[in-house]
């Protein structure tokens, strides 16, 4: 599921020095993301048992042309069970259903480095000790997540991480330490067309099991794992198009418009080269894995664009989506399942449905100028760029400044000021580098692919961590006495804080089109907000879940000051503290009551669930006994 960037740009800027070590014609996307015609499906067990014989259901057979789910299965169960009581016919059935591609090997990302009773895969473990840091390693495997403890089942310790500062320390992996399923589903649907969610709907309605929705593993809540549960696997579900002249179905009174449509699976690297490739811009987040139409755009989706060209749910169209009440396959944009489509766009992913594809307007290729710093990591420099950044922040807002402050660089982007006007303008930055002998640079930048691969690294993964935001109104920083009090309540929780980061990437001088209105579901607070802090607290594999509540706690304690400063203010849902006071209305504030009502209507049955998402049970459902 996930989102826009949590973690500084750049290693230097991560982690906090003054703490102490942690231990030209559109396309039809729909089609480019099935087999094509005459495609071979090759059988496969996949890890499941096989048999002969018929389910023990009225005799029915597991021939899916026979029968349907619903005459083989039960009636619906009033709770949602674990995958480990469904029996070895019913998974069969399903597996046929979805033409082969049920798994029931999925397995905690570094098993093969522990022992089992088949022995430890020394080759396959050098490979993940390699890239268990690289996100684009981590990206392809099922049970990966870029925050590895929900990996773990963290109530109970069990779970397979190796020492994210040496991924080859055996320390982690040998005996007495082995390897549990934790938080990973075994069983697993790798969709890649929307028969395949609508049978597995069917089959959770009728069996009752848990359904989980994974896509590229950035989940920095949990939402997309839990223990003993079936996964539907997005992250095949590919394709990417371009139209010069995109008009949501049956829309005759919306204009055609340049739009970018984009499969579930596909990634923001994906989608920046391919708009590079049709001169076009496409506004998205800073971590090339993540996938725009997953649970980025359907939690609010911010950018280092976002304050002239909007969250992108302003910039999303129209989805395409299998829904868990009646398992169809819907179109919903402004002008059919409106509904549907306001709760998509800020309702969170996970919750009302699986989206197969999104279309996202889209701009001209256009220049920008950037601006960075870099300097030493300490409590001095991080309280002088704080300072610095709140001075000016009304100002650098108004002039179309978007940028992340981190503990070590601070990076600004602008497409509006040339960059002789961009350059005068971010001297407050520039001459506090020289000051501590950092660097500076300035760069006009031909697109936005080319400032991304200069400007931009890659964001590290590998790590447990905590993280914990506020959203900050511009009303905060419009005096001298409320820029004080701002300044305080951030470094009072954030200078000690493993890692910390401001991200300037409110939408705050975006107009709608043709002035019209925001009709989205995410807070009203990022209507007015000019930042979001974030920061937090990591750990390592050897923390048990006492450490790890602590950790957690730690995290809710650096933004406390911040909270209480800003009670008229919100959350951004997708780079929360888990335990979120009132998240409710931190993460959708007066929106939350046509959510709800829009969750009954399309998941009566809550087979979607996930943690602090609309409509969740919480605690009382089995599926979150691994939170702490």
Request: glycine share 8%; aromatic share 10%.
């Amino acid at each position: 599921m996930r989102q826009s960037p949590l973690f500084p740009i750049l290693y230097n800027a991560f982690f906090n020095a003054t703490s102490s070590t942690t231990h030209s014609a559109s396309v039809i996307i729909n089609e480019s993301v099935r087999s094509r015609p005459g495609d071979a499906v090759a059988p496969t067990t996949h890890g499941l048992e096989t048999t002969n014989e018929p389910t023990a259901f009225s005799g029915i057979t597991t021939d899916p042309s026979q029968k349907t789910l619903s005459s083989s299965f039960s009636s619906t169960m009033s709770a949602r069970v674990p995958a480990s009581a469904i029996s070895p016919e019913q998974w069969t059935f399903l597996n046929a259903t979805v033409q082969g591609r049920l798994h029931a090997d999925g397995a905690p990302f570094a098993s093969p480095c522990f022992a089992s009773e088949s022995g430890s895969d020394s080759v396959q473990c050098a490979s993940i000790q390699a890239g268990y840091l690289s996100e684009k390693y981590r990206v392809s495997f099922i049970g990966s997540y870029m925050m590895p403890q929900w990996e773990t089942c963290q109530a109970t310790g069990d779970g397979c991480l190796l020492n994210w500062q040496n991924p080859a320390d055996p320390a982690a992996f040998s005996s007495p330490r082995t390897c549990k399923q934790g938080n990973v589903s075994k069983y697993y649907v790798d969709v890649q067309e929307p028969s395949d969610v609508t049978a597995a709907f069917e089959f959770a309605r009728n069996t009752g099991v848990r359904i989980v929705i994974k896509n590229t593993g950035h989940d920095y809540q949990g939402r997309s794992s839990a223990p003993d549960s079936l996964t539907l696997s997005t992250r095949n579900v590919q394709g990417i198009a371009y139209s010069p002249t995109f008009q949501p179905d049956d829309c005759a009174s919306i204009s055609p418009q340049p739009a970018m449509t984009i499969g579930s699976g596909t990634v923001f690297g994906q989608a920046y080269e391919f708009a590079e490739a049709h001169d076009i811009t496409f506004v998205g987040g800073t971590d090339r894995t993540v996938a725009p139409a997953g649970g980025w755009v359907q939690g609010g989706g911010h950018s280092l664009l976002s304050n002239t060209l909007g969250l992108g749910v302003d910039r999303v169209l129209q989805y395409r989506v299998v829904v868990p009440s009646t398992g169809e396959y819907l179109t919903a944009n402004a002008c059919q399942n409106t509904d549907l489509f306001y709760a998509l766009r800020g309702g969170g992913g996970g919750t009302f449905g699986v989206v197969m594809e999104a279309s996202f307007r889209v701009e001209q290729q256009m220049r920008m100028s950037a601006a960075k710093i870099t300097f030493t990591p300490s409590a001095d420099n991080w309280k002088k760029v704080i300072e610095i950044g709140i001075k000016n922040g009304v100002k650098w807002s108004e002039e179309g400044w978007s940028g992340v402050i981190g503990a070590g660089l601070v990076t600004f982007v602008n497409p509006l000021l040339s960059l002789d006007e961009a350059t005068e303008s971010f001297k407050p930055y520039a001459d506090f580098a020289a000051s501590v002998n950092g660097t500076y640079a300035t760069e006009d930048s031909p697109s936005w692919l080319s400032f991304y691969d200069k400007f931009l690294g890659t964001n590290p993964v590998g790590l447990p961590g905590a993280p914990a935001s506020r959203l900050i109104p511009k009303s905060h920083f419009t005096t001298e006495e409320k820029q004080s009090a701002l300044q305080a309540a951030i470094l009072e929780g954030t200078t000690t804080a493993h890692f910390k980061q401001i991200l300037i990437s409110c939408p705050n001088n975006y107009v709608p089109p043709n002035n019209g209105p925001f009709e989205t579901s995410v807070t009203e607070a990022w209507r007015d907000c000019l930042w979001s802090v974030v920061a937090g607290t990591f750990w390592n594999y050897q923390t048990g879940p006492q450490g790890i509540k602590a950790a957690y706690d730690a995290s809710t304690e650096a933004m406390r000051r911040v909270v209480e400063l800003t009670p008229e203010s919100g959350t951004y849902a997708a780079e929360a503290n888990i335990h979120e006071k009132d998240h409710i209305r931190s993460f959708w504030g007066t929106n939350y009551p046509k959510l709800l009502s829009i969750k009954q209507k399309y998941d009566p049955e809550g087979v979607l669930d996930c943690w602090n998402c609309v409509g969740s049970k919480g605690r009382s459902d089995d599926r979150f006994s691994c939170m702490v």
